[in-house]
């Protein structure tokens, strides 16, 4: 069966959902260039907790897009990489990144006028 993303129940909305997923770009943009350790990660990506990136870390494992590293040290030292599949979404989108930093001056009058309008309608 061809994969239809509009059928409710296709697996494409699976991977679309972490494709959705703002820590899940967040993370492989960031490890895109090279490994890097959890504190790391968790240092880098503001207001992200620690359960929260041990989750969307495990997701990103489980679809094949990171491959996690365990270093015998004392303590364990576990260290994030991108696999060849994860660089193929990391370098899809990164460019909506890139256009939500240079539009985000434009999208965030487009909400003022928005709201402004809608309370003056109420008012």
Not at 18 to 32: E, P, Q, S, T, Y
Not at 100 to 106: D, P, Q, S, V
């Amino acid at each position: 069966m061809k994969p239809n993303a509009y059928s409710a129940d296709c697996p494409t909305r699976q991977i679309l959902d972490r494709i959705g997923d703002k820590w899940a770009v967040l993370i492989l943009i960031l490890i895109r260039d090279e490994p890097m350790r959890f504190n790391a990660l968790r240092r880098s990506i503001e207001g992200i907790s620690q359960k929260m990136l041990s989750q969307v870390l495990k997701s990103l494992e489980r679809d094949g897009l990171i491959r996690r590293r365990a270093i015998p040290t004392v303590p364990v030292t576990v260290e994030y990489s991108i696999t060849p599949l994860g660089t193929t979404l990391s370098a899809a989108v990164d460019p909506l990144r890139d256009w939500a930093e240079r539009n985000l001056k434009e999208v965030l009058a487009a909400q003022r006028r928005y709201d402004a309008q809608k309370d003056a309608k109420a008012a």
